[in-house]
């Protein structure tokens, strides 16, 4: 099931209800990711592995050309 959450007056949309989830948002919002391993960085896209309460987790930043959007995708597994 997909939970629908306003945080920081951003719509955000989760996998699972967790609060790790908000927790790595806000990290994101505030810029303090504390990143282990880059494994792809353009200027469309950008794979990380971020350290988190819940230990280790994917992160991905992905630039959509026709809209300017960012997409802030977790728990890639």
């Not at 908000?22 to 880059?38: G, S």
């Not at 959007?69 to 728990?75: E, F, G, N, S, T």
């Amino acid at each position: 099931m997909i939970f629908s959450k306003t945080i920081s007056g951003y719509q955000v949309y989760l996998k699972e209800n967790k609060a790790i989830y908000e927790n790595i948002f806000n990290d994101y919002l505030n810029d303090c990711l504390k990143i282990i391993q880059v494994f792809k960085n353009t200027k469309e896209s950008q794979v990380f592995l971020i350290a988190s309460s819940g230990g280790p987790t994917p992160y991905a930043s992905l630039e959509y050309r026709q809209s300017k959007m960012k997409a802030l995708l977790l728990d890639l597994h």
